[in-house]
C-alpha cells in the first residue's frame, strides 16, 4: 500500500509526469502479487481483509490489480499476460490524480460538466504512460470502462473492439467499487453485487470472464454476519472454493454466546438452510447487546 501511495504521489508531485523508475517500482510490486497469488492454494479473495486502509484510490488499485492477476490466474493466461494484466489494474486510475479531488469525492450528483471531467480519465492515463508500458497495457486502461454493449466511455467501444485485459480489469473494477464505501453511497454487500454483475453478463461484461471472475470471490468474507432462513444468526468462519454461497457458519446463540458450526455446503441437514441477510459488525441485527463472548 505504501509502495502504490508513494508512485501515485509521486505523479502527482512530478506534475503528473510518471517515469520509468515508477513504472519499475509498480512491476515489482505486481510480481511480488502473482508469485503470492500463484502458489496460493485457495484462490478466493476474503476482500474484507483489504477494506481498512484509509485512502480509497490506492487501495481501489491495490484490490483491482489482485482480483485481475487472481482473475487471470483462472483463466488460465500466462505469467507474462498476468505481470500486463496485475500493472494494468495498478496504473487503471492514474488519470483519476488529475481531476480535481472535490469532483472525484463529491457526495452529490455530478454535473454533465464535472462528469465529462472524470469521463476524461482513461485517456489521460494513457497520454502519460505512453511509450512506459507495453501497448496492450495501455489499450487495457484506455478501455477499462467501455462496455460490451457500446454505452461505455471514453470512446463507446462495442465487444469486438475491446481489448481482453480491459474486460477483466472492468469486472474487478465495477466490483471492488461497488463493494467499497464511497463519499456519495454506502457499499453494497459481496452477494448483492455478484447478483448485479452477473445480470449484466453479455451486456456489459464478457460472460466467460465473469464465469472465472466468480470462481475468486467470496459473497461472505470470514469474519461477516449473516442471518439465516431459520431464523438464527451466524457468522462465517470458512469459506469453499467450490461454492462462494455456502460457507462454513457458527452459530451465535440468543442469549449472545457462540453456538454450534454448521457447513452450509457438506452437512446434509443444513441443505435447507438459506443465507437471507448479512452484514459487516456486531451491530447488524441488534447483536451488539447480546454478543457476549468473542465469536472467532
Ligand atoms: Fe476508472
New binding site residues.
Given amino acids: 500500500m505504501t509502495q502504490i501511495k508513494d508512485v501515485y504521489y509521486d505523479f502527482q508531485m512530478s506534475s503528473n509526469k510518471i517515469n520509468a523508475t515508477t513504472i519499475k517500482q509498480i512491476s515489482s510490486i505486481v510480481n511480488d502479487l502473482i508469485t503470492e497469488l500463484l502458489y496460493k492454494d485457495d484462490l478466493t479473495y476474503n476482500i474484507i481483509d483489504f477494506k481498512n486502509y484509509d485512502s480509497y484510490t490506492f487501495q481501489h488499485c491495490l484490490n483491482v490489480s489482485i482480483l485481475s492477476i487472481s482473475t487471470g490466474i483462472s483463466l488460465g493466461l500466462s505469467e507474462p499476460k498476468l505481470h500486463e494484466l496485475g500493472i494494468a489494474g495498478m496504473l487503471?486510475?492514474i488519470g483519476?490524480m488529475l481531476v480535481p479531488v472535490e469532483i472525484l469525492n463529491k457526495p452529490g450528483k455530478l454535473t454533465e460538466e464535472e462528469f465529462a471531467i472524470i469521463k476524461e480519465?482513461?485517456v489521460n492515463a494513457v497520454k502519460q504512460l505512453n511509450n512506459l508500458v507495453s501497448n496492450d497495457i495501455l489499450r487495457a486502461i484506455e478501455s477499462?470502462?467501455e462496455k460490451l454493449d457500446g454505452t461505455g466511455y471514453p470512446y463507446g467501444r462495442t465487444a469486438n473492439n475491446i481489448s481482453y485485459y480491459a474486460k477483466v480489469l472492468s469486472v474487478c473494477?465495477v466490483y471492488d467499487a461497488l463493494t467499497s464505501d464511497r463519499p456519495y453511497r454506502k457499499s453494497a454487500f459481496p452477494n448483492e453485487v455478484i447478483e448485479y454483475i452477473m445480470g449484466c453478463a453479455d451486456t456489459h461484461f464478457d460472460y466467460d470472464i465473469l464465469q472465472h471472475f466468480i470462481k475468486i470471490i467470496v459473497a461472505y468474507p470470514i469474519g461477516t454476519f449473516v442471518k439465516l432462513s431459520n431464523g438464527q444468526l451466524a457468522v462465517v468462519v470458512k469459506n469453499y472454493k467450490e461454492n462462494i454461497l455456502r460457507p462454513l457458519i457458527r452459530i451465535i446463540n440468543p442469549d449472545g454466546t457462540v453456538g454450534r458450526d454448521m457447513d452450509l455446503l457438506y452437512d446434509k441437514r443444513y441443505m435447507n438452510v438459506t443465507i437471507v441477510d448479512m452484514g459487516y459488525d456486531y451491530e447488524c441485527f441488534g447483536m451488539k447487546k447480546i454478543l457476549k463472548s468473542s465469536v472467532i
Avoid: F, I, L, M
Wanted: aromatic share 0%; glycine share 0%; no cysteine.
Fill in positions: 487503471h486510475d483519476k480519465h482513461p477499462h470502462h473494477d
